[in-house]
């Protein structure tokens, strides 16, 4: 192909395979939030005293989070990060795949369980 001939339009490379990567994109940030959900659901309860604002604790001793509610919110990227670098060890065309997905994925995780954890280890008190 010369640099004055135009490209063929193909429908694989020029339709389904931007449709794809944008379902790929979309379905990774909603697997990664509902990823959250669920372990939000799984996690432990923390002691009742967590559940009071940080500032309103006047100083009482809480014990520090089980380590089980570290792990539930900790093994989903972890998981995803482990199924991603395999694949990207293994596979040749589609390394760049995997990264995006993982990365969709933590996008999609990420802020969610940092809001979470943030209003359970920091206490909430609606007004």
């Not at 967590?50 to 604790?57: G, I, K, N």
């Amino acid at each position: 192909m010369t640099g004055s001939e135009t490209p063929k339009f193909t429908r694989r490379g020029d339709v389904i395979g931007p449709l794809a990567a944008i379902a790929a994109v979309l379905g990774m940030l909603v697997l990664g939030f509902f990823a959250a959900m669920c372990a939000a659901g799984f996690a432990p309860d923390l002691a009742p005293g967590y559940a009071v604002p940080s500032d309103l604790r006047r100083h009482a001793e809480l014990p520090p989070p089980p380590t089980g509610y570290w792990v539930t919110w900790c093994a989903p990227p972890l998981v995803v990060a482990a199924v991603a670098g395999a694949t990207m060890l293994c596979a040749g065309r589609i390394r760049w795949v995997a990264f995006v997905a993982a990365l969709t994925f933590l996008v999609g995780y990420l802020p969610f369980a940092f809001f979470v954890v943030s209003l359970d280890i920091g206490g909430f008190a609606p007004t």
